[in-house]
Nanobody, 123 residues
Framework: QEHFVESGGGLVQPGGSLRLSCVAS????????YGWFRQAPGKGREGVSC????????NYADSVKGRFTISRDYANHTIYLEMNSLKPEDTAVYSC????????????????WGVGTLVTVSS
């Protein structure tokens, strides 16, 4: 069973913007904390941002701080990642995930994973 429907990826020029969306379902959505991860070609997966379900606090990886914004719409069970000033090194498959708490810019552990959406930053 897929627990997330992710969308918003695509091809964008350097300096451009994209907004990723992740609609959660099939579990107690409101009880969880959410994070965005990415995996670039030939590299391991890394945490990008995390938004706490308990206090709404947001954390970001140093590489995206000031450019990316994570947010959450409780009414529509949706988590967003607004990405601005995109760079070629942001090219990756971006996945959302659910867990119980943040650990800095990532989730301490993941209970549910999305399949991901590809973001390509290239001229």
């Amino acid at each position: 069973q897929e627990h997330f429907v992710e969308s918003g990826g695509g091809l964008v020029q350097p300096g451009g913007s994209l907004r990723l969306s992740c609609v959660a379902s099939g579990f107690n959505v409101d009880d969880y904390t959410y994070g965005w991860f990415r995996q670039a070609p030939g590299k391991g997966r890394e945490g990008v941002s995390c938004i706490s379900g308990s206090d709404g606090s947001m954390n970001y990886a140093d590489s995206v701080k000031g450019r990316f914004t994570i947010s959450r719409d409780y009414a529509n069970h949706t988590i967003y990642l607004e990405m601005n000033s995109l760079k070629p090194e942001d090219t990756a498959v971006y996945s959302c995930a659910a867990g119980l708490m943040c650990y800095e810019e990532t989730l301490k552990s993941v209970d549910y994973w999305g399949v991901g959406t590809l973001v390509t930053v290239s001229s």
